[in-house]
């Protein structure tokens, strides 16, 4: 018996997406990964002034919007050739944390726990899946109570970015050679008596809940695997090293550690709606959006590393630092994003002890008539892409690669599915009316539908002659 199971648009993730996936004899056969948006800032920043990348770029997303501003001014500088102060590059990085964290937190809160625990029967969490609750009844009213506190919480954490940040979301503290805002005591003091809330929430809340949701739910351990490679191009510059990265890049193919080549990263289009199908570069890359009928099916395309097919996220980062020793599934993706909310919360501690009050955040200079760079940096899903080329002092080239592009990418041109597509495929579901499991794979991967992609079709669009996703 073959049924085809159509999701969207797909709730509880970032953004719009649609996700399609065909079941025989209740097992997963095949999926599709649908990026419904055309996001097209590349094309609105051509003939701009470069200084202007971070904030334009942070609009094409609401969750992780400080991560754009970091990579952009990150790929800036490298093309300016400017060295920014340790005090920068630390308010860089503590506003970028805040955000990291509300974002993961709202993920397991909002998004993964209405997957596993019955929550109240109200708006706006009707209408809801119907599935049996696994969790002891004390740990689910203390999960309950948390699910409330992490509203607070994660309020909290945009209060924080904000001492540094001047607004939430798409702050106005990160720039193209530092910050804006200077770390004076009373300013410090303040962020630091929010982050130890954030932090006893974390551990007395998050952790515990992460424990029991895991334990309950072994089997994610073992289903949504997909190809089990994992890729981070590394995350927080270190303030006191230029060029360094304090969590490191790397590759880790079914378990074997390697280095991480910028070379290698290429985009591929023969399943989007792109008019430029053949592999390229990011420098070389394209947004010409070309909508036609037959084999495209997203507005996504699929990065690559080399011919391979990598997932990103903070699976991957946890992994390759040692901090994590499980596997790569489903639970994996959402245990790894949990233990680096601890671990992020500690070294932020660390940082704002570093600030010099009377230190610079800034540094002078001019925009040059020409130059090139690639900024490689983990954003909260993983690895994020920003490359520039400048010429007489403008924008002439701009590409950005998101991690949702990387895990939610359709089909390569080599008729490979893309790491969520492929993590479906060989789950058991249960009860085809209430298919929970398929929601539970999908949003391991903490989706933003906004940033993946490039319009909103209302009509519908087609994957082949008579066959309508929507
Ligand atoms: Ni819209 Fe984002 C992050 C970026 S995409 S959430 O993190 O870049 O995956």
């Not at 800034?362 to 909260?380: K, N, S």
């Not at 058991?428 to 929601?439: A, F, K, S, Y």
């Amino acid at each position: 018996m073959s049924k085809r199971i159509s999701i969207g648009p797909f709730t509880r993730i970032n953004g719009l997406w649609h996700l399609k996936v065909e079941v025989e004899n209740y097992k997963i056969s095949d999926a599709w990964s649908i990026g419904t948006n055309f996001r097209g800032l590349e094309i609105i920043l051509m003939g701009r002034d470069p200084r202007d990348a971070p904030y334009l770029t942070q609009r094409i997303c609401g969750i992780c919007s400080s991560t754009h501003a970091l990579t952009s001014s990150f790929a800036l500088e490298k093309a300016f050739n400017l060295e920014i102060t340790p005090n920068g590059a630390l308010l860089k990085n503590l506003i970028f944390a805040c955000d990291l964290l509300q974002s993961h937190l709202r993920h397991f809160y909002f998004f993964v726990i209405p997957d596993y625990v019955n929550l109240p029967r109200v708006n706006p969490l009707t209408p809801s899946l119907v599935f049996s609750d696994r969790l002891p009844q004390g740990e689910k009213s203390r999960l309950l109570k948390n699910y409330e506190s992490s509203m607070e919480i994660t309020q909290r954490l945009h209060e924080m970015l904000v001492i540094f940040g001047g607004k939430a979301p798409h702050n106005h503290g990160i720039l193209v050679g530092g910050a804006t805002v200077p770390p004076d005591a009373d300013k410090v003091r303040m962020f630091q008596s929010m982050l130890s809330q954030v932090e006893s929430f974390v551990e007395e809340g998050l952790l515990p809940d992460l424990e029991a949701l895991s334990s309950a739910y072994p089997e994610y351990y073992e289903w949504g695997k997909g190809y089990e490679n994992l890729l981070t191009f590394g995350m927080f510059p270190d303030p006191h090293n230029p060029g360094e990265l304090l969590y490191p890049p790397g590759i880790i193919k079914k378990g074997e550690k390697g280095p991480f080549q910028e070379k290698r990263v290429n985009e591929q289009a023969r399943y989007a709606f792109y008019q430029d199908k053949e592999p390229l570069k990011p420098r070389e890359g394209r947004t010409t959006p070309l909508f036609e009928k037959g084999q495209p099916y997203s507005w996504i395309k699929a990065p690559r590393y080399g011919e391979e097919v990598f997932e990103t996220g903070p699976l991957a980062r946890q992994v390759l630092r040692g901090k994590y020793k499980g596997g790569t599934g489903a639970m994996d993706r959402i245990y790894a994003r949990g233990l680096e909310c601890h671990e992020v919360v500690k070294e932020m501690d660390k940082w704002l002890g570093d600030l010099e009050p009377e230190g610079p955040v800034f540094t002078e200079y001019e925009v040059p008539a020409r130059g090139e760079g690639e900024g490689f940096l983990d954003a909260m899903r993983g690895g994020l892409m920003h490359s520039v080329k400048i010429r007489n002092h403008r924008i002439e080239h701009y590409q950005i690669i998101t991690p949702s592009a990387w895990n939610c990418s359709p089909r390569d041109n080599n008729d490979r599915r893309g790491p969520l597509e492929e993590a479906l495929v060989g789950t058991p579901l249960e009860d085809l009316e209430n298919p929970v499991e398929i929601g539970r794979i999908a949003r391991s991967f903490d989706v933003c539908g906004s940033c993946a992609v490039h319009m909103v079709d209302l009509k519908g669009i087609e994957l082949m002659p008579g066959r309508k996703l929507i």
